[in-house]
C-alpha cells in the first residue's frame, strides 16, 4: 500500500482560522495568560491532533474518529465506560480492521485516528493496524493507560505515525490514581510513559475522569499536568456507563458540574496547558455568559467555533466489535460494519442524522435552550438516565425547572487509604460483580 500523505492542517484556510478563532475566545474568556506561550511549545505538535476540527467542543468538532480495537485491557479501572477486562470473540479481525481503516480515511472530514480499548497496545496486531492507518494518510493518536509504554515503545510508536499519546490519570496522588486503577505501581508506570512520550517528541496529552472521589485533587492534577509538560488536558466526567454505572453515585450533580466549570476557567487563566472539558458541554455557555455573551449575533457568531456535545456530529465511536456510536457513552448502534459501510452508517442512520440536526431534534429543557448550538447538552448523560440521546441533559446548570435542590457534593474522598469506604467499596464492586447491560434505562437519582 503506497503511503498517502496526511492532508495539511492550513487546507482549506478557512479550518485554520476557526481553530485558531476558538482558542483565541477561549483565551480571551478565561483571560489565559499563557496561550502565546501555549503557542511557542505545542502550536506545530498540536496541528496534527486537532487536524480536521472547525473549533472546540467534547474532543474537538468535527472529525474525530475513535476505535475500540479491543476490550482487553491489563487494569480494571473502576470508572471504565467499555468495563474492558477480556478481548471478546467477535473483535474486528486485522483484516477488517484494515478495511474499517480504509472507511475512515475515505471520509474528507476526518484526518486522524483515535485507538483506544481497552488497552490499545496489548492488542497483538495493533502496529500493522497503526502502519495501515498511517499509509492511509491518517495521523494516529493512542488513548493509553500508559502502564505499557516505555523509551522503546515511545520511539516504535513515533515510527508508526503517532502524533499524540494520551495518557490516562486520575489523580496526582499514586495511591489514589493505583487505587482507581486496579493495580499497585501504575501511577509510577504512566509516569514513565510521560517521559518517554516526551524524549520520543510526541505530544503529550493527559486524560482524566472527574468524579466525586477525586474532586478535591482535581487543582492539584491541573498543576501536574503544567508541570508534565502535557500540551492538552482532557476533563472528562464520569458517566453512569460500563462500571460507571456501579459508582452511579460519584457522577457529578449539578452544583459538582458548575463547581468543574468554574475550576476550569479559574485554573486555564495561568495554566501552561490548555484544559478542554468532555461531557461536560455546559462549559462553553458557562464561559459565554460570564463574558457577557448571552444572545444576539455574538452568540451565532461563538456558535461558528464553539460546539458543545460532539456525538454523531464528527465525533464517532467504533466499538471493538464493528458497531458504530455516537459516542462512547451513547451506547446506541448505528449498524454494523459486518453488515454495512461505514459511510452508509455514518450518514445514512437515523440516530446520527438527528444528532446532527439536534437544534431541530433535541426534546426538554436543551429543546427550548438558546444554547442548542455551542452545548446541546451531554448526549451520553441524557441517554444513561432517561434512555433517549435527544432527551434533556439531567445535570445542567445553566437552566434548569424546579427540582429538589442540590444537598451538595456527596462524599468525596480526602485521602486513599483504607479510610475511604466509597472508593474502597467500588474497587470490591468492580472485581465480583459482571456490569449489567449496556443502553439500559436508569432513573435519575433525587439527588440531582
Not at 472530514?109 to 485507538?115: D, S, V
Not at 518517554?196 to 485533587?217: D, F, H, R, W
Not at 452568540?299 to 464493528?322: E, M
Not at 455514518?346 to 427550548?368: H, M, Q
Request: proline share 6%.
Amino acid at each position: 500500500m503506497k503511503q498517502k500523505k496526511v492532508n495539511a492542517f492550513y487546507r482549506p484556510p478557512s479550518l485554520l482560522f476557526r481553530q485558531l478563532g476558538s482558542a483565541l475566545l477561549m483565551g480571551y474568556l478565561t483571560g489565559w495568560r499563557s496561550f502565546p506561550g501555549w503557542l511557542l511549545r505545542h502550536g506545530f505538535s498540536s496541528m496534527p491532533v486537532a487536524n480536521g476540527a472547525r473549533g472546540m467542543g467534547c474532543i474537538g468538532y468535527p472529525g474525530h474518529p475513535v476505535w475500540e480495537v479491543t476490550g482487553a485491557c491489563n487494569l480494571r479501572c473502576i470508572h471504565c465506560h467499555a468495563t474492558s477486562g477480556q478481548a471478546a470473540a467477535d473483535e474486528l479481525s486485522t483484516d477488517e480492521g484494515k478495511k474499517l481503516i480504509d472507511q475512515l480515511a475515505a471520509e474528507s472530514e476526518f484526518r486522524t485516528l483515535i485507538y483506544t480499548g481497552g488497552e490499545p497496545l496489548v492488542r497483538p496486531d495493533i502496529f500493522e493496524l497503526l502502519r495501515h492507518s498511517q499509509k492511509a494518510g491518517l495521523a494516529n493518536i493512542i488513548a493509553t493507560n500508559g502502564t505499557l509504554i516505555d523509551e522503546e515503545m515511545a520511539f516504535k510508536l513515533k515510527d508508526h505515525g503517532v502524533v499524540c499519546n494520551a495518557i490516562s490519570f486520575d489523580a496526582a496522588n499514586p495511591s489514589i490514581h493505583d487505587m482507581v486503577r486496579n493495580k499497585a505501581g501504575s501511577f509510577d508506570l504512566a509516569m514513565r510513559a510521560v517521559v518517554a512520550t516526551k524524549k520520543a517528541g510526541i505530544l503529550l496529552q493527559i486524560n482524566t475522569t472527574a468524579m466525586e472521589y477525586n474532586m478535591p485533587y482535581l487543582p492539584e492534577l491541573i498543576d501536574f499536568a503544567d508541570s508534565s509538560g502535557a500540551g492538552i488536558l482532557l476533563m472528562y466526567q464520569l458517566v453512569a456507563v460500563g462500571r460507571g454505572e456501579k459508582i452511579e453515585k460519584a457522577t457529578l450533580k449539578k452544583t459538582a458540574n458548575k463547581y468543574l466549570s468554574e475550576l476550569i476557567s479559574l485554573k486555564q487563566k495561568t495554566a501552561k496547558t490548555i484544559i478542554e472539558p468532555v461531557a461536560g458541554p455546559q462549559y462553553w455557555p458557562f464561559l459565554l455568559e460570564k463574558g457577557g455573551i448571552r444572545g444576539g449575533l455574538p452568540l451565532k457568531l461563538a456558535g461558528q467555533v464553539f460546539h458543545g456535545c460532539s456525538a454523531g456530529r464528527g465525533f464517532v465511536y467504533v466499538k471493538a466489535n464493528g458497531d458504530v456510536w455516537p459516542c462512547p457513552f451513547v451506547e446506541v448502534s448505528g449498524g454494523n460494519i459486518r453488515g454495512k459501510s461505514f459511510h452508509d452508517i455514518y450518514t445514512g442512520s437515523t440516530l446520527f442524522n438527528d444528532l446532527r440536526r439536534r437544534e431541530e431534534k433535541l426534546k426538554g429543557l436543551c429543546g427550548e435552550c438558546p444554547y442548542k448550538t455551542v452545548c446541546g447538552g451531554c448526549r451520553g448523560r441524557a441517554h444513561a438516565y432517561s434512555g433517549d440521546p435527544l432527551a434533556e441533559d439531567p445535570r445542567c446548570f445553566i437552566r434548569e425547572r424546579s427540582r429538589p435542590a442540590e444537598k451538595g457534593l456527596g462524599k468525596t474522598i480526602k485521602t486513599c487509604s483504607s479510610e475511604h469506604p466509597d472508593i474502597e467499596a467500588a474497587y470490591r464492586d468492580t472485581r465480583r460483580r459482571p456490569a449489567t447491560n449496556p443502553g439500559r434505562m436508569r432513573a435519575l437519582p433525587d439527588e440531582q
